[in-house]
C-alpha cells in the first residue's frame, strides 16, 4: 500500500512540475531551459527555412488537410497497390 502511495504522490508531483513547464512553452513565455533550446530551435528553423511568425486558423486547417490527404493517399498507394 506504501508502495502505491509513493508512487502516485511522485506522479503527481511530476505532472504538477511537467504540466507548468509545457503550459509555458504552450504560452510562449520564458522558461528555464530557453538558453538551451533556443540555439538548437534557431539552427533547424534556418536549416528548413521555416519562418517563425504563427499560422492563421485558416492556414493551419489548410494546412493539415492538405496533410491528411497526403497521408491518405500515400497509405493508399502503400497498402492497396
Known sequence: MLEILITLI????LALIFGN????????????????FNPIDN???????????????QKYSLHLIAFNALVAIFSFVIFYL
Open 10 to 13: 511522485i506522479a503527481f508531483i
Open 21 to 36: 513547464y509545457l503550459y509555458k512553452i504552450a504560452s510562449c513565455k520564458k522558461t528555464i531551459f530557453d538558453f538551451i
Open 43 to 57: 539552427l533547424i528553423y534556418k536549416i528548413c527555412a521555416i519562418d517563425r511568425k504563427n499560422m492563421t486558423w
